[in-house]
């Protein structure tokens, strides 16, 4: 569940910022940068968005348990899911950069671009 979430919201923040940086890209695209520079950037954000929110969900998930562990005196019987922790740390972040490359695209119409006279 909070790797749907934590998807949900790195799709949400990375739609934002391609829909506030769109006339930037058609500036890049009219000095000449390629066409898949928008599916990386897209991807890039979504990856740093997810891998943030994943390593913060997990610190503030741990945090709270370990000090739960210690303060009950279950530290011989506590069992941490590590293998679960790792792939969470790893799967959702990529899956979020590859949704995102996948799902943007790599042209934008071409648009008139006004002076500010």
């Known amino acids: ?58 610190l503030a998930g741990t945090i709270p348990a370990l000090l739960l562990v210690t303060a009950t005196g279950m530290t011989r019987t506590a069992v941490v899911p590590w293998l679960q922790l790792a792939a969470l740390l790893l799967a959702v972040p990529l899956t979020g950069a590859a949704l995102a490359w996948l799902f943007t695209r790599a042209k934008l119409p071409v648009s008139r671009r006004e002076t500010g006279t």
């Open 1 to 58: 569940m909070g790797a749907l979430i934590t998807l949900s919201a790195a799709g949400i923040t990375t739609g934002l910022s391609m829909a506030d940086s769109r006339k930037d890209h058609v500036t890049l695209a009219g000095v000449g940068a390629a066409p898949r520079l928008r599916k990386a950037l897209a991807g890039s954000q979504a990856l740093m968005t997810a891998g943030l929110g994943t390593v913060l969900g997990s």
